[in-house]
């Protein structure tokens, strides 16, 4: 049976869930799962019995056909992935940053200064140094690539290395790479969607405003909100802004305010819990547990309507987007095939091409803590923001070079900036520069943390 208190109750299976499901719990896993399925794309990719097999499956026709034309258009297994699942992955995005901007660490001009100002250095200096690498070439318009942070991947190794991080700046980097999250779907919006078709826009622009006045007066159902979202999925789909923007869109029309208020769950559990007490008494076990069921549903329902649904979404949905669609998207966009070993000289220039691997490379190795470190400490010396408590610069500067990780976005901006038909070779090889990227601000971050860790824990003990 339930125990069950003023403040909620504890169900038996989440019990068992918490003693089975340790792995999967823990904040490093999503991560640990993401380069397992990167090395089985780049297996399946390059292995003669599978790489015939692997780039078929990719573009593999999806959809419905009527009178001959598939709907949705173009729409391949690579295509459904990249525009139809990551939706799922943004609109949960969406959620975090709407969080963070209600009552998390963007909620205040205090909280956010320091991680806004820090992720807008670490955006700028990374397009800047692409730029000069590949100014006026034909790969220019990837600037945008090395400009974004996996957040699952640089969260998850500051757990590896436990409490060798102050939390100030574990709670520092988490804001941060919301507040960069926002501006790569911002740079997504801007400047990597095509031109837009208006009419299908205004009509999705229309549905919206609809949410939002259907969201103020007070509706609750997930179903009235899902929906809609479909049919603004469909329209941004075809209007030629990027599908995925979509969740982000509606994320921010999902209602925060909880159905019932606090005093109203916390009078129905004492009804409820005198409910199940009242039915232990009754002689008739059917009967009995016929109605300790009912008031453990009813309890269920009081539960689910104290939290907002925006709350309730993102908990629902972050196990299926860290386990299932992150990894679909892993093995789907990681499998890079790779002729020769070329492919690999990402240090190769020239005056027509520029240098992709270079202007990624370096970015997201260079760039990125440069541009957070250097803001965050103009920011501090101009006096608009205050330094993470109990952190030094030095170890700034280490988690900073955790922000180089680009993994997801990364290869998400990677697969935009440059046309399928003509630019493949361009969208592989700033696959690998990205891969290897992320892999060498891992190691150098955590190179880093380690070593003023014991820095700082020499000078403590000769005191």
Same mark, same amino acid.
């Given at each position: 049976m339930a125990v069950f208190t003023k403040f909620g109750w504890v169900k038996r299976n989440h019990i068992l869930s918490q003693q089975g499901n340790n792995f999967l719990q823990a904040p490093w896993a999503g991560g640990i799962i993401l380069i397992v399925c990167v090395a089985i794309a780049m297996l399946l990719a390059n292995l003669p019995a599978t790489a015939e097999w692997y780039h078929h499956i990719l573009h593999m026709q999806l959809g419905l056909s009527f009178g001959g034309k598939l709907f949705p258009e173009a729409m391949n297994l690579e295509k459904f992935v990249n525009d139809g699942l990551m939706v799922v992955f943004f609109f949960t995005v969406g959620l975090e940053i709407?969080?963070?901007? !209600?009552?998390? &660490? =963007?909620?205040?001009?205090?909280?956010? $200064?320091?991680?806004?100002?820090?992720?807008?250095? #670490?955006? =700028?200096?990374?397009?800047?140094?692409? %730029?000069?690498?590949?100014?006026?070439?034909?790969?220019?318009? #990837?600037?945008?690539?090395?400009?974004? @942070?996996?957040?699952?991947?640089?969260i998850g190794i500051m757990s590896l290395l436990g409490d060798r991080v102050p939390i100030s700046l574990k709670v520092f980097l988490t804001a941060l790479a919301v507040a960069d999250d926002l501006g790569a779907i911002i740079v997504i919006a801007l400047f990597y969607g095509e031109t837009p078709n208006l009419l299908l826009l205004g009509i999705a622009v229309l549905i919206m405003v609809g949410i939002y006045f259907m969201r103020r007066m007070g509706e609750f159902r997930i179903i009235a909100y899902l929906v809609p979202a479909f049919v603004v999925w469909i329209l941004f789909y075809y209007s030629g802004v990027h599908a %995925?923007?979509?969740?982000?869109? *509606?994320?921010? =029309?999902?209602?925060?305010?909880?159905?019932?208020? +606090? !005093?109203?769950?916390? /009078?129905?559990?004492?009804?409820?819990?005198?409910?199940?007490?009242?039915?232990?008494?009754?002689?008739?076990?059917?009967?009995?547990?016929?109605? +300790? *069921?009912?008031?453990?549903? +009813? *309890? @269920? &329902?009081?539960?689910? #309507?104290? &939290?907002?649904?925006? /709350?309730?979404?993102? /908990?629902?949905?972050?196990?299926?987007?860290?386990?299932?669609? *992150?990894?679909?998207?892993?093995?789907?966009?990681?499998?890079? /095939?790779?002729?020769?070993?070329?492919?690999?000289?990402?240090?190769?220039?020239?005056?027509? $091409?520029?240098?992709? #691997?270079m202007g990624i490379f370096f970015g997201l190795v260079v760039g990125k803590p440069l541009g957070i470190s250097l803001f965050s400490y103009i920011a501090v010396k101009l006096g608009v923001a205050e330094r993470p408590s109990g952190a030094t610069w030095k170890m700034l500067i280490a988690v900073a070079c955790l922000g180089g990780i680009g993994f997801t976005m990364s290869i998400f901006v990677d697969n935009l900036a440059f046309d399928k038909d003509t630019q493949q070779e361009f969208i592989d090889m700033g696959k690998i520069a990205i891969l290897m990227a992320s892999t060498v601000a891992a190691l150098l971050g955590s190179l880093l943390i380690v070593l003023d860790a014991k820095r700082e824990k020499k000078i403590i003990e000769t005191k």
């Open positions: 709407r969080r963070e901007m !209600s009552d998390g &660490q =963007l909620s205040t001009p205090k909280k956010a $200064i320091l991680p806004i100002v820090a992720a807008l250095g #670490g955006m =700028l200096a990374p397009a800047l140094i692409f %730029t000069l690498f590949n100014s006026g070439t034909v790969v220019a318009n #990837g600037w945008g690539i090395p400009t974004a @942070t996996d957040i699952a991947f640089a %995925t923007l979509s969740g982000v869109v *509606m994320a921010m =029309l999902i209602p925060t305010k909880p159905r019932y208020s +606090r !005093s109203y769950y916390l /009078h129905k559990a004492d009804v409820i819990e005198n409910g199940i007490k009242d039915a232990d008494k009754i002689e008739d076990e059917h009967e009995a547990e016929e109605s +300790r *069921m009912y008031y453990m549903r +009813r *309890m @269920t &329902q009081i539960s689910n #309507g104290a &939290q907002g649904m925006s /709350h309730r979404m993102e /908990h629902l949905l972050m196990p299926y987007v860290n386990f299932i669609i *992150m990894p679909i998207f892993a093995l789907i966009n990681a499998g890079v /095939h790779i002729p020769s070993a070329e492919y690999f000289n990402i240090f190769e220039y020239t005056p027509e $091409i520029g240098s992709i #691997g």
